[in-house]
């Protein structure tokens, strides 16, 4: 199977100051975080939750070919994606 991402939902992790989203691999569900910082471009300190979740959208199917590198295909709890995903 294939990594897809039929659901467009993403919601912020305050503890892990980023985007959480989820992938699918057939039926079972791959979670992701992708990590505030590699939103950003530059050291900007508006990092909060509404600018990180519309960098999200802006960024979604760059950071969706990502989230399809860094999958595995192991059982993973949580995948992270950082600046250096990117």
Sequence with gaps: MTLTFPNPSR???????????????????????????????????AMMEPECLTAFDAARDLILDVARKAYTGGRRSLYTLTADDF
């Design 11 to 45: 919601s912020f992790d305050e503890v892990r100051h980023g985007v959480r989203f989820t992938g699918y691999d057939g039926v079972f569900q791959v979670p992701f975080v992708v990590e505030a910082a590699a939103l950003f471009t530059s050291d900007s300190k």
